[in-house]
DNA sequence: CGCGCGCTTGATCGATCTCAAAGGTGGTGG
DNA sequence: CCACCACCTTTGAGATCGATCAAGCGCGCG
């Protein structure tokens, strides 16, 4: 990672990580067309029901992906930081099946999908990362299937942050010791399928036990490990670089 | 579809119906080298941890994808039906991080990993279309994490039913008129993250609402439009055939 | 200075779980 | 052919976790 980050460095080093590219493969990432754009917290970047022309790459700031159930009440199903592709299942699935909104200010870069198309095509061990990174993704959804459906309510907030925590770590964003969350609670009531007022008294009960130190939205983890136990947390489901 | 189904005749009506395979893609899904076996009902397809070396479609039964917390406590993440890829992504993600199981006696096909990378090497279509199977897999994923996280216990019950019927009708599989469901109370409970005893209990009301008549396990829907409503069901993320 | 949003806390309610037990049903072996 | 066994379904009673309703607080921003 150089130290200022071009707008494709941190998706480039996350592929590097888990596939075989090539010089050539990252040459032909560099040169995609792109546009930056500037996104404001609780910005739309993919909205339900859309066909997109375009697929959003995440460059800096947190974004969440959420469904929303016929009576209004909403469910995120994932966090992206930097470094992920928002959208890229619109390459093969035209129309979007859930929204994708910015949770703090970000800034992204649209890529046109023609193009997409046409690198996974010419470029092989591309298409082989973006298929791998699309069913990473895939694999933290079932994760969150069961955190919802089979944790209580303390484990799965634990949780949660464990794989927040995880994920920022290896993208190089923050240390486990100490990470500023992006999310109010209200938000993370939505991921975890509880109500904000529950979340905040399982947080203050996860600082109670001595689990996590908070101050704001700024959180301290002294025992990383021991944290990761309480929370059921093992990290083998996000595929990382083996 | 044939009338004595080729192992792979379910498969390939599933990828035509989605994508653009040639007749030079459905030969080359044909002459796929497989083993076909049987599994008893329960019979484990796919465990945590392992590095499978063959790919396993399903030809006949039901199959269930499922993971465990640290207590031990199990999620049902998907259910599948013939012509379903079991574990496709073990193409690009050696280590399975989950378990599947046959939930009846099943008849499958064993296909060496091997052949179906150059299989997707050599036929760019198939790679799509198997690509796009797996994303609409994702959406799937992402539908339950709505359903166990935002929705109550009837409703959640009646939108799994929903999407279960769905796809065997997609897939030729019976009718929403009336269906055998290959599950137990204690499956549909591991799939809807709650607990048998209310599975009955909600399955008794949906009966009392008039929603479903059942007989065993057989399940007739006189107003499959009311019964999606109720569910709120929205077959859109599963993204059929356009 | 005031307003809005997010955080915090208390009190009560209710959906779902847990514990307990009985009744079916289909398959298997004697 | 029958008897048993394993598994599944059903029902009741009581406990509990998390939701809902209701306020108040603090802080950043216009």
Redesign the pocket.
């Known amino acids: 990672m150089t130290s200022r980050d071009p707008p494709f460095g941190k998706l480039i080093s996350k592929l590097r990580a888990m596939g075989s590219l090539d010089d050539e493969d990252v040459r032909a990432i560099e040169v995609l067309p792109s546009r930056l754009a500037r996104a404001n917290?609780?910005g739309q970047l993919v909205r339900n029901g859309d066909v997109p022309a375009e697929c959003c790459l995440l460059i800096e700031g947190y974004a969440a992906r959420s469904k929303t159930a016929v009576d209004g009440r909403r469910q995120i199903v994932s966090f992206h930081i930097p470094g992920d592709l928002l959208d890229l299942q619109h390459l093969f699935l035209p129309r979007a099946d859930h929204d994708v909104q910015a949770i703090t200010g970000a800034t992204v870069v649209w890529i046109p999908m023609a193009a997409l198309r046409s690198l996974i095509a010419s470029r092989p061990n591309v298409g082989a990362a973006f298929w791998r990174d699309a069913l990473i993704d895939a694999s933290i959804f079932r994760e969150w299937v069961l955190n919802v459906g089979r944790?209580?309510?303390?484990?799965?907030i634990a949780h949660m942050l464990c794989e927040f925590i995880a994920r920022c770590e290896a993208a190089g964003v923050g240390t486990p010791q100490r990470i500023r969350?992006p999310?109010?609670?209200?938000?993370?009531?939505d991921a975890t399928?509880?109500?904000?007022?529950?979340?905040?008294?399982?947080?203050?009960e996860l600082t109670e036990d001595r689990l996590i130190r908070?101050d704001?939205?700024e959180i301290t983890i002294d025992d990383w490990r021991g944290f990761q136990r309480a929370a059921g947390f093992d990290a083998a489901y996000l595929h990382a670089a083996a």
């Open positions: 917290a609780r944790r209580d309510a303390k484990t799965r969350l999310f109010s609670q209200d938000e993370i009531a399928g509880l109500t904000p007022i529950h979340v905040n008294r399982m947080l203050r908070r704001g939205r």
